[in-house]
């Protein structure tokens, strides 16, 4: 009758530790479509001045950017650097307004990383490089 009590305290024990884990995953905040859309638009600005330059346009005249149609296909968890992060994949659909004329690029394809902070209450952009990752706030 001892064994079987220490068993089931054991077995309870366990249980207990998976529900307060399983109760860990499901508090943290999960990326939604605004957030992937903030995040694109980020990334977008952070490439501009590249682009720009490979268009030889003046940055000032670079015009601005609409997301339209933001679709997640895939959504995987990971953990960067001790803290709860995601690989988002996707489409959407860019407008780009430059003076009067609005260049559209249907389909276009996103891979980011997004990353929530320690305190659970912000995300960041991440971006892979040589040593690791550079990390940008999303506002």
Known sequence: ??????????LLGIMAL?????ACQIGQPLPNQDL?????????SLIQPELSRQLHLNEKNM???QIHRLQITQQTPLTIQRLPA????GT?????KLGSHAIKCPHSSFDLYIQLQS???TWKLLRPNTQGWFSYLIE
């Open 119 to 121: 305190e659970a209450k």
């Open 18 to 22: 998976i529900g307060f884990l399983t």
């Open 63 to 65: 015009g601005e950017f």
């Open 1 to 10: 009758m001892g064994q079987f009590i220490s068993v089931l305290a054991k």
């Open 36 to 44: 992937v859309q903030k995040a694109i638009a980020l990334q977008s």
């Open 86 to 89: 995601f690989r988002m994949q």
């Open 92 to 96: 959407y659909d860019l407008v780009f």
